[in-house]
């Protein structure tokens, strides 16, 4: 996606966020063609720079040049009116704030939505949290981990007969993210419209309720609590994981039409209540088993072969490297080469070719401070972008 074809290109988002949800929602603008302005903290900046090993060649840590690549970043300390005045005048020349302190920091900080707003009545705000601004629970400090376990997440993932696991990815922060991304781009086209802001938010709790909007729904029906299925389905059968000589696969059948073929394809002994789903799901237990049976007779690439053959839902289950090197990911161009890195990518988060190759820079902490606060200094009441702390790279 060229620059003057990407959705948010002029656009200029000031981003005061860091770890994960955060930082997610800031790179999917950007992969859209918005400018990102990362504001970090003179005590080191975000805390993933340190979260490592791996880490580049250059110190950034995998995980933090994976959600930052591509931005800028200045050092601003908020606790001085020196640095609120700084952050005050860009504000007047950006478009979106995007922040995930705890509720009450922003206001201390003289970042909220009240104060920002009177400097750009166009402005688009939005607010991070784990539990929302004013909940019951807002005081409470809310990461990954902690919102899966609370929302009921972490009880449904896991082996029917384990203990409750996390998800592999940071599943609901990676969600929280690519909502607040969607509630800015909503606000910015009405900002356009009307010449008037907002101030959106997004939670990790509520992202995470609604991620089990099925079987909460459920829930409500029945009464019966949700439980684990391990990679299976709770509403289909089969459908999910299955052993095969040399490893697995996923495969299964969503509805009765193909449950038909299904059967005709594995030669699959079946019992009279299996015709409907219904009955399959009630009787899952021993229909995977004899699923099981038959998969292990076979290899995953002959297994694979056969079902996609008649056009069935099939799949090897692969390692991240796998999936990396496979020539077709390749072939879609989807992963951005990261700046002095010969074998280092990170894909784009908005599933859109990663255009000519041009590897993207990680930002060293505080690298554009003086270029993007260095022509503002007129603004800042005697104060110039001289005065800022310089931060050593971690």
């Excluded at 959106?200 to 995470?208: I, N």
């Excluded at 089969?238 to 038909?260: K, M, S």
Aim: proline share 7%.
């Amino acid at each position: 996606m060229s620059a003057s074809t990407s959705p948010l290109a002029g656009v200029t988002v000031l981003d005061f966020t860091r770890i994960l949800s955060g930082p997610y929602c800031t790179l999917l603008l950007a992969d859209q063609g918005a400018e990102v302005i990362k504001v970090e903290a003179p005590d080191g900046g975000d805390d993933t720079r340190r979260w490592g090993p791996p880490f580049l060649a250059d110190g950034s840590s995998a995980y933090f040049a994976a959600l930052n690549r591509g931005k800028k970043s200045i050092v601003v300390d908020l606790r001085l009116p020196a640095g609120r005045a700084r952050i005050h005048a860009l504000v007047r020349r950006v478009d979106v704030v995007v922040e995930n302190f705890r509720p009450g920091v922003a206001e201390r900080l003289g970042i909220d939505f009240s104060t920002l707003s009177g400097l750009n009545p166009r402005l688009v705000v939005c607010s991070i949290s784990g539990y929302g601004l004013d909940s019951g629970y807002s005081h409470l400090p809310g990461t990954e981990i902690i919102i899966e376990a609370m929302s009921g997440a972490m009880h449904v993932t896991g082996d029917p007969d384990g203990e409750p696991v996390r998800f592999g990815p940071a599943m609901i922060d990676i969600a929280t993210g690519l909502t607040a991304a969607t509630k800015i781009t909503a606000a910015l086209l009405r900002a356009r419209e009307t010449g008037e802001g907002a101030h959106v938010t997004s939670s990790l709790y509520a992202t995470a309720l609604a991620s089990l909007s099925t079987l909460i729904t459920s829930y409500g029906v029945d009464g019966v609590e949700p439980r684990r299925w391990g990679s299976h389905h709770p509403s289909i059968a089969p459908y999910g994981g299955f052993p095969t000589a040399d490893g697995n696969l996923v495969t299964g059948a969503i509805n009765d039409r193909t449950w038909t073929t299904f059967v005709a394809v594995l030669g699959l002994e079946v019992e009279a209540g299996w015709a409907t789903n219904p009955g399959r799901v009630a009787d899952r237990d021993r229909l995977n088993e004899r699923i099981a049976a038959i998969t292990r007779t076979r290899t995953t690439g002959e297994w694979v072969d056969l079902l996609n053959e008649h056009g069935l839902l099939v799949a090897p289950i692969r390692t991240v490297g796998q999936a990396v090197d496979d020539p077709v990911t390749q072939s879609m161009n989807l992963l951005v080469p990261l700046d002095g890195e010969s074998t280092v990518s990170a894909p784009r988060l908005d599933g859109e070719p990663a255009g000519d190759g041009t590897p993207q820079h990680v930002p060293a902490i505080g690298e554009h401070t003086d270029e993007i606060l260095g022509g503002l200094a007129g603004t800042f009441s005697g104060t110039s972008s001289s005065d800022l702390p310089e931060s050593p790279r971690p």
